[in-house]
């Protein structure tokens, strides 16, 4: 079980924003769930976006009005007979906050208020919610996600993450019109979490060494790569001579079971292992290559925690312990790179 404060730090890194000193009070804060944290995160955040400025969209309009203004709708008109009240079908583009991102926003917060939050929390969010008397909620099963930012908005990336982690956590109700928890941030979207956490720890706590997640490139004798599968790596830590793979994996048993006996996972050290010889392959001999499953620790007795030597390159599996003091998780982190790196 991973502390919600925890949660907090992961975000915080995930998201850079959290690092500003408005969020700070955050830090010093009791929760009693995620979606407490969720709702603290976002009360305090949309109220900073109230201040500078909901976003506005403009949004095409088909409605009678008694003022004529853009393109009229004559077919509509005659077939409504809005003319009797004075009135003609016009469609024209209108200058509003009922932007796609603001009706994520209201959503979210309409749904923690039927969470199991704090009593404080639910009237500081509905206090939010006049803000928003002109902007529709959505459907939170059809949401589209994939939203493009600019400089305008970019200050909803954030936001939208949170709202992303609470609708997919929080969609469960109950027949008293409440919603309950589910398995809050369930191992698909702690997965994400943990490792978005894991690359954006190494950028910051450790600039010295270059942080990426590039494709990996497939070692092909005569160019021929149809139907082959990418290569996308979770983290890429290079310094120097030296370059580890990271594969972030969170699951709820890091080892698989056979006729009572355990292992790595087959797929995940298949998979790390084709990863580090194939971009060994692509550097040469010059620099030295090493794979790392990084798991998050279970309730299991036995985690893993290995090294081997295969075929001249370093492959590991680890465990990071998350049920920890934050300065703990930091450590074991911190000694990844020392052992990994000259520094």
Same mark, same amino acid.
């Given at each position: 079980?991973?502390?919600?404060?925890?949660?907090?730090?992961?975000?915080?890194?995930?998201?850079?924003?959290?690092?500003?000193?408005?969020?700070?009070?955050?830090?010093?804060?009791?929760?009693?769930?995620?979606?407490?944290?969720?709702?603290?995160?976002?009360?305090?955040?949309?109220?900073?976006?109230?201040?500078?400025?909901?976003?506005?969209?403009?949004?095409?309009?088909?409605?009678?009005?008694?003022?004529?203004?853009?393109?009229?709708?004559?077919?509509?008109?005659?077939?409504?007979?809005?003319?009797?009240?004075?009135?003609?079908?016009?469609?024209?583009?209108?200058?509003?906050?009922?932007?796609?991102?603001?009706?994520?926003?209201?959503?979210?917060?309409?749904?923690?208020?039927?969470?199991?939050?704090?009593?404080?929390?639910?009237?500081?969010?509905?206090?939010?919610?006049?803000?928003? +008397?002109?902007? =529709?909620?959505? *459907?939170?099963?059809? /949401?589209?996600?994939?939203?493009? @930012?600019?400089? &305008?908005? !970019? %200050?909803?990336?954030?936001?939208?993450?949170?709202?992303?982690?609470?609708?997919?956590?929080?969609?469960?109700?109950?027949?008293?019109?409440?919603?309950?928890?589910?398995?809050?941030?369930?191992?698909?979207?702690?997965?994400?979490?943990?490792?978005?956490?894991?690359?954006?720890?190494?950028?910051?706590?450790?600039?010295?060494?270059?942080?990426?997640?590039?494709?990996?490139?497939?070692?092909?004798?005569?160019?021929?790569?149809?139907?082959?599968?990418?290569?996308?790596?979770? +983290?890429?830590? =290079?310094?120097? *001579?030296?370059?580890? /793979?990271?594969?972030?994996?969170? @699951?709820?048993? &890091?080892? !698989? %079971?056979?006729?009572?006996?355990?292992?790595?996972?087959?797929?995940?050290?298949?998979?790390?292992?084709?990863?580090?010889?194939?971009?060994?392959?692509?550097?040469?001999?010059?620099?030295?290559?090493?794979?790392?499953?990084?798991?998050?620790?279970?309730?299991?007795?036995?985690?893993?925690?290995?090294?081997?030597?295969?075929?001249?390159?370093?492959?590991?599996?680890?465990?990071?312990?998350?049920?920890?003091?934050?300065?703990?998780?930091?450590?074991?982190?911190?000694?990844?790179?020392?052992?990994?790196?000259?520094?």
């Amino acid at each position: 079980m991973i502390p919600i404060k925890n949660i907090f730090y992961m975000l915080a890194y995930a998201f850079k924003a959290l690092n500003s000193q408005g969020y700070r009070k955050i830090e010093t804060e009791d929760f009693e769930n995620v979606a407490d944290l969720c709702s603290a995160i976002l009360i305090m955040g949309i109220t900073s976006q109230i201040k500078q400025g909901l976003n506005r969209d403009y949004l095409e309009q088909n409605e009678p009005i008694s003022s004529l203004r853009g393109r009229i709708d004559l077919t509509k008109s005659i077939k409504e007979q809005t003319f009797l009240k004075r009135q003609m079908y016009c469609q024209f583009d209108e200058f509003t906050t009922n932007s796609y991102m603001n009706r994520i926003l209201k959503t979210t917060m309409e749904l923690l208020i039927r969470s199991d939050t704090k009593a404080s929390r639910k009237k500081e969010l509905r206090r939010l919610l006049a803000y928003f +008397v002109d902007v =529709e909620t959505l *459907d939170v099963s059809s /949401i589209d996600w994939h939203q493009r @930012y600019n400089r &305008n908005n !970019q %200050t909803y990336r954030m936001l939208i993450s949170i709202c992303y982690l609470v609708i997919k956590g929080l969609l469960q109700s109950q027949s008293d019109g409440t919603t309950k928890l589910m398995d809050f941030l369930d191992d698909q979207h702690m997965h994400r979490l943990y490792e978005k956490f894991i690359y954006e720890y190494y950028v910051k706590e450790f600039p010295n060494i270059k942080t990426s997640s590039p494709q990996i490139n497939w070692a092909i004798d005569d160019g021929y790569i149809d139907m082959l599968p990418v290569m996308q790596s979770d +983290v890429v830590l =290079e310094r120097d *001579d030296n370059i580890l /793979i990271i594969d972030a994996k969170y @699951y709820s048993h &890091n080892l !698989q %079971t056979q006729f009572d006996s355990r292992s790595i996972h087959s797929g995940n050290l298949y998979q790390i292992f084709t990863y580090t010889k194939n971009m060994s392959l692509e550097v040469g001999d010059e620099k030295k290559v090493s794979g790392l499953l990084l798991y998050a620790k279970t309730d299991a007795f036995v985690q893993p925690d290995h090294s081997y030597s295969m075929s001249g390159n370093q492959i590991g599996a680890k465990t990071l312990n998350l049920d920890c003091d934050f300065t703990e998780v930091k450590r074991q982190l911190n000694d990844i790179a020392l052992q990994y790196f000259e520094i």
